[in-house]
């Protein structure tokens, strides 16, 4: 008789489809402190957008957009019990690897900031958020 398998299946294909369809049709909001979360939470939201300004604003005034700060990022996550999702420059996989090791539930690896790779995006598989 074998024994089951009783591994966590954190980043398998299913367990990220699985996710994204729980929060299919629920608000997503931007959020850019603790306190904004926590009002998105109670408001109903079903998932929160860590940002520290709007990267089309920062892109407008010459600036580079880059992924938010981390303790910025860190305070967010701890003040809600929603999942939390960040962004991250296209191409730049040590961004994505802070945000996972941060705690993140979601990475998005988004045109809106500024790209760090023109031609490369970062491979998802290897991560498990």
């Known amino acids: 008789m074998s024994?089951?398998?009783?591994t966590p299946t954190t980043?398998?294909?299913?367990?990220?489809?699985?996710?994204?369809e729980m929060?299919?049709?629920?608000?997503?909001m931007d959020v850019v402190t603790p306190d904004q979360a926590?009002?998105?939470?109670?408001?109903?939201?079903v998932a929160v957008m860590a940002l520290e300004r709007v990267p089309a604003d920062i892109r407008a005034q010459g600036g580079v957009s880059r992924m938010s700060d981390p303790d910025m990022i860190d305070g967010i996550i701890s003040a809600v019990s929603i999942p939390v999702m960040a962004k991250a420059r296209i191409g730049h996989f040590v961004e994505a690897q802070i945000l996972q090791s941060l705690g993140v539930d979601y990475v998005d690896e988004s045109e809106v900031l500024t790209p760090a790779d023109y031609a490369n995006h970062i491979d998802k598989w290897k991560f498990t958020v």
């Open 3 to 6: 024994t089951p398998d009783t």
């Open 11 to 20: 980043g398998t294909a299913r367990v990220k489809r699985g996710m994204a």
């Open 23 to 28: 929060l299919k049709g629920g608000v997503i």
């Open 38 to 45: 926590k009002i998105a939470e109670d408001a109903g939201a």
